[in-house]
């Protein structure tokens, strides 16, 4: 019996339903999750098949996406508040069993109900932790709500498949082995070299941690030094570039610096990271990192990783280059000690927004353009600051009134900035049915000197300009 019941509003949150049932399978076992459209066989009762799968399961996730308090039928009515609607149906059987964990998952920046916006029957929803679950973070966060079901003790309890588990053990079994063998080969062919050469490298030079003749190290302590909290993220289209913490050390007359970055893929595909697309610019040098850093970031994930430069010099500041497809941001950086001691090689418990500069430009909703039984509006917009560009995100709503389909791309947005006319560098591309409601984001990238900008929407022949203040 599937131990994990998924409660979804079609129109709402299908497409995030289905990665997060493919996520939990992964993590859980192919048998530990319950999502209608997958599990029901064909002719099988549907509210039978809810109930029984409600009775045996351990926990329910409820996927509120923006739109799931406001579905309504195509008479206009509230979904919520009609009698039979499946999704109250199983939201209320899973509230009433007390062993039953029951987690509300927000998706697509969707806000948690209050109690005054659910029906009588499911108050109590709004009691419940939520969890959110972002685009960009998907991965991180699938990973944390699966230990969360993993971890529940009551009746039919969540547990991963038996056969990833071993499979996971037998492999950490044998990668562990090898790198206790590969440190003993490499022990011994150090001691060796030592030996033969008489505590010196390659070149001849004492050994980094040798005492030299004053009895004290060639290297000084190594100390934490200050990222910039705000304005220090770096954005190459779907990859964004955190710098979270950084580390110095005199080491005899040049300096080692680390950096720990966080990045980001926001994307559709995978992403190189490497030590390639980082350089240190000190005075006229630019100084090439050589910590041997190349990694795969997989799509829609997020990793920490950090960067070593060896500098030529004693520097009390230096410029972060960041490139990445011909395109580069920089990032100021002091050098100098900030009094604690070197913490790179601590992982930052920061999520994707913890450095994160964000200004509302609009909060309330505003009428764009109506036509044919189509109208569109702008229920919000904000700016995220960037190093090298700042990125206007539109949250775009489309009603169709009409009685057939109608598509996001009928409303063609660009925005007029610094004698340029942008298009969007993300834009949904969705079918929006009769008498239904779709949101989505549009999203552009400008200049971050640009302070005023117009955005100018075309839907079926009719236009409006909507100016824009960036701050």
């Not at 509003?9 to 993590?27: F, I, K, M, T, V």
């Not at 009698?83 to 209320?92: F, K, L, N, T």
């Amino acid at each position: 019996m599937p131990a994990v019941f998924i409660s979804y509003r079609r129109e709402d949150s299908a497409g995030y339903a289905g990665r997060l049932h493919e996520e939990l399978e992964e993590r859980l076992g192919a048998q530990q999750v319950f999502r209608d459209v997958d599990t029901l066989r064909a002719g099988q009762d549907f509210e039978e098949a809810i109930r029984q799968r409600l009775s045996g399961c351990a926990a329910c996730l409820v996927m509120i996406g923006p739109g799931w308090t406001k579905s309504q039928t195509t008479t206009g009515e509230r979904r919520l508040d009609q009698p039979g609607d499946y999704v109250v149906m199983e939201i209320a059987a899973a509230l009433a069993r007390p062993d039953v964990i029951v987690i509300p998952v927000l998706v697509g920046g969707a806000a948690m109900p209050g109690a005054g916006e659910l029906p009588d029957a499911i108050k109590g929803l709004a009691r419940r932790q939520s969890f959110t679950a972002r685009d960009e973070t998907w991965e991180a966060d699938m990973d944390r709500l699966a230990a969360t079901l993993a971890q529940e003790d009551g009746t039919g309890r969540v547990r991963p498949s038996t056969h990833k588990s071993a499979t996971t053990s037998r492999a950490r079994f044998i990668l562990t082995a090898l790198l206790i063998a590969g440190v003993m080969i490499a022990s011994a062919v150090v001691w060796l070299f030592r030996s033969a050469s008489g505590g010196t490298s390659s070149s001849g030079a004492p050994d980094a941690t040798t005492t030299t003749a004053a009895g004290t190290t060639s290297e000084g302590p190594a100390y934490a030094i200050d990222i910039p909290s705000s304005g220090a993220e770096i954005a190459h289209g779907d990859l964004v570039y955190t710098p979270v913490a950084g580390s110095v050390q005199a080491r005899g007359a040049t300096t080692r610096v680390w950096l720990r970055m966080r990045v980001s893929n926001e994307g559709f595909y995978d992403a190189n990271l490497w030590d390639d697309s980082f350089r240190l610019v000190v005075g006229n040098a630019v100084v090439s990192p050589n910590g041997g850093l190349n990694e795969i970031l997989e799509k829609r994930s997020i990793r920490q990783a950090v960067i070593r430069f060896d500098v030529p010099s004693r520097p009390a500041k230096a410029t972060l280059r960041v490139t990445y497809q011909g395109n580069s941001g920089e990032v100021p950086l002091d050098l100098t000690s900030n009094g604690q001691p070197a913490k790179h090689d601590k992982a930052d418990e920061g999520d994707a927004y913890s450095r994160a500069t964000f200004t509302a430009l609009a909060r309330d909703e505003q009428p764009l353009l109506a036509g044919d039984g189509i109208s569109t509006s702008v229920a919000r917009i904000t700016n995220r600051h960037f190093a090298n560009t700042q990125r206007v995100n539109m949250e775009i709503r489309w009603m169709n009134g009409g009685r057939y389909s109608i598509a996001t791309g009928d409303l063609v947005l660009r925005l007029a900035a610094g004698g340029e006319i942008l298009a969007p560098v993300k834009t949904p591309y969705e079918v929006v049915e009769g008498g239904a409601t779709y949101r989505g984001d549009v999203v552009f990238d400008v200049s971050p000197t640009i302070r005023q900008a117009v955005l100018k929407a075309t839907l079926r022949g009719a236009s409006r300009d909507l100016p824009l203040t960036l701050k």
